[in-house]
């Protein structure tokens, strides 16, 4: 089963300094028929305005990946960590028993672009932890590449969840396959562009849903960047 979920339906925040879009349930945006799909509990597409961001502000027990579309977030945290993500780069933040952390647009011009991830982690209580890498064009470039996994598998940053995420980028006659299981879920997000989800058309912020199938087939991309998660149900 293959279920849209198209960009104009999530959910919209405008806090001035912030506007997201939510895809699920989120802070003043609550529908009880998008709380997550499978592991996968909050995907928000931010725009922070110039000179402003997070405060410093706490989290549990989630695994949180941050990736940036344009422009640069600043990250600092109480485990001592301090760097700048970039677009091209993909951070995880294992938030576990307890951390706490900022993110900030320290750029007095333009605007930062980001997608917040958070995945359900296998087990409570974890130590928490941090990971971050780059991942280049041509490495995603017509294909799906895995940026975060269970075990790190290809280079991807290591995350505590059953889940896997994979980042790509597609255009023209590129085609894009990944087998799935069919007890399992997947949730393709389209950043920006336009491309077709086993046969489906999609616009930039538009999902695909899939449930009991077992393969995912990306075709008709335009300037497409896509992100596709292997979920546990």
Same mark, same amino acid.
């Given at each position: 089963m293959l279920t849209i979920r198209r960009a104009h339906d999530r959910g919209h925040a405008d806090h001035g300094w912030l506007t997201s879009h939510h895809s699920f349930s989120f802070a003043g945006y609550f529908d009880p028929a998008w709380m997550g799909w499978g592991k996968l509990r909050v995907l928000n597409e931010d725009r922070i305005a110039p000179g402003t961001g997070f405060g410093t502000h706490g989290h549990r027990d989630m695994e949180i990946v941050s990736y940036v579309l344009a422009g640069e977030l600043a990250h600092r945290d109480s485990l001592g960590n301090g760097a700048v993500i970039a677009p091209g780069e993909v951070q995880r933040m294992s938030a576990g028993r307890g951390v706490r952390h900022s993110e900030f647009n320290h #750029? #007095?011009? /333009?605007?930062?672009?980001f997608l917040q991830i958070w995945i359900e982690p296998a087990q409570a209580g974890l130590e928490p932890g941090y990971e971050q890498k780059r991942f280049a064009d041509l490495d995603k470039r017509g294909r799906l590449c895995l940026v975060a996994s269970p075990d790190g598998?290809?280079?991807?940053?290591t995350i505590h969840a059953d889940a896997r995420l994979y980042a790509g980028l597609l255009d023209g006659a590129e085609v894009a396959t990944l087998a799935l299981d069919p007890a399992r879920k997947?949730?393709?997000?389209?950043? /920006?562009? /336009?491309? #077709?989800a086993n046969g489906q058309p999609l616009a930039g912020g538009d999902a695909a849903l899939l449930s009991?199938?077992?393969?995912?087939t990306l075709t008709g991309g335009e300037d497409a960047e896509v992100l596709v998660f292997d979920l546990a149900p």
């Open positions: #750029a #007095a011009d /333009r605007h930062t672009h598998a290809a280079g991807s940053v997947a949730y393709v997000h389209l950043v /920006r562009g /336009r491309l #077709a009991g199938e077992t393969g995912l």
